[in-house]
């Protein structure tokens, strides 16, 4: 049974930082591009981040670029997400996503069940 399972949300202060983690079964842990999506109250769910698999080279949508990293440890099945810089407007629901493609799709084989972040200004 496949099951990613997320931590580290909570509440923090605009400037302030955050780490994500993902612990995940899905098989081959490196067979899977994994990724971020996070989803705002109203809003569509959107993509924050990828890495992809072995080689491990990451995409990140424009929002966060430059202050959120992606990294994952094979050895661990385990991947994080280092949001530092954050703002109010990245107050979201985040989401693990496996997809058993080369690269993180928008319809990713499997989900996480959510933490959330929430940024006060």
């Known amino acids: 049974q496949v099951q990613l399972v997320e931590s580290g949300g909570g509440l923090v202060q605009a400037g302030g930082s955050l780490r994500l983690s993902c612990a995940a079964s899905?098989?081959?842990?490196?067979?899977?591009?994994m990724g971020w999506f996070r989803q705002a109250p109203g809003k569509e769910r959107e993509f924050v981040a990828e890495?992809?698999?072995?080689?491990?080279?990451?995409t990140y949508a424009d929002s966060v670029k430059g202050r959120f990293t992606i990294s994952r440890d094979n050895a661990k099945n385990t991947i994080d997400l280092q949001m530092n810089r954050l703002k109010p407007e990245d107050t979201a629901v985040y989401y693990c996503?496996?997809?058993?493609?080369?690269?993180?799709?928008?319809?990713?084989?499997?989900w996480g069940q959510g933490t959330q972040v929430t940024v006060s200004s």
């Open positions: 996503a496996a997809d058993n493609r080369l690269f993180m799709s928008m319809n990713p084989d499997y």
């Open positions: 899905v098989g081959t842990f490196s067979r899977y591009a």
């Open positions: 890495i992809r698999r072995s080689i491990g080279s990451t």
